[in-house]
């Protein structure tokens, strides 16, 4: 099946600062969403993006599907931005494949 | 409601009972989906129905799951003689037609004990 690729891993950023965040693909995927799940579990939708580029306030996102890639851009990052994100992707199924996640924690 | 609700939030159990954990999709929703997520790993995919019919479920992992959708609205995952490795989060999803968006609930914290 599909692999999905996140990095890095972990993330250590003061508050403030920028980050990117990358999600990698082994297939040509039909769907696309990035999520961030909070320090208390929920699992909340960022963007359904599965190609071009999207914008949402701090946050924006860019596919190529093409490169099989996705990126993820926070801007000015807060404490509440920490968590874990996740990037999820379909190939013409109905399920979703979740990557590993990356962990930001934003310090104050 | 607004969004996904699941119950309970938390439930323990002791090895070899039955669970069964519910979800309440969006209104209108015709998609739902079960996920299981282990601890600092991202959600597995368990099972999907459309309306009232389960169309996949492949993420299953033994036959002691279950999951039905009888009224093609709320649906229940049963789990019969829970072993440890059951213990998880899982977290329940609806879209309103097979394509995402999808929206998770708060999910149920299971532990088996």
């Known amino acids: 099946g599909i692999q999905v690729e996140q990095s890095p891993p972990d993330l250590i950023l003061q508050e403030g600062a920028n980050s990117t965040l990358r999600c990698n693909f082994s297939?040509?995927?039909?769907?696309l969403q990035w999520f961030h799940q909070n320090p208390w579990g929920q699992l909340i939708n960022l963007f359904y993006i599965p190609s071009g580029t999207k914008q949402n306030g701090r946050l924006s996102a860019t596919t190529v599907a093409t490169e099989r890639y996705s990126l993820l851009y926070i801007s000015s990052s807060q404490t509440t931005d920490s968590g874990v994100y996740f990037c999820?992707?379909?190939?013409?199924?109905?399920?979703?494949?979740f990557g590993p996640g990356t962990r930001l924690s934003v310090l104050p | 409601g607004a969004g996904v609700s699941q119950s309970p939030r938390y439930k323990v159990a002791k090895r070899g009972q039955d669970v069964a954990l519910r979800c309440d999709p969006i209104s209108g929703h015709v998609s739902l989906f079960w996920y299981q997520q282990a601890l600092g790993q991202g959600p597995e995919f368990l099972t999907y129905?459309?309306?009232?019919?389960?169309?996949?479920k492949s993420g299953l992992p033994s036959d002691r799951f279950f999951a039905e959708r009888p009224e093609g609205s709320v649906s229940t995952l049963k789990i019969q003689r829970t072993q440890q490795e059951d213990s998880a989060v899982y977290l329940c999803?609806?879209?309103?037609?097979?394509?995402?968006?999808?929206?998770f609930g708060d999910g149920t914290r299971l532990s088996i004990l």
């Open positions: 999820a992707v379909d190939n013409y199924g109905q399920n979703f494949v």
């Open positions: 999803a609806s879209s309103l037609s097979p394509a995402p968006p999808q929206h």
């Open positions: 297939d040509s995927v039909n769907n």
């Open positions: 129905f459309q309306n009232e019919a389960q169309l996949d």
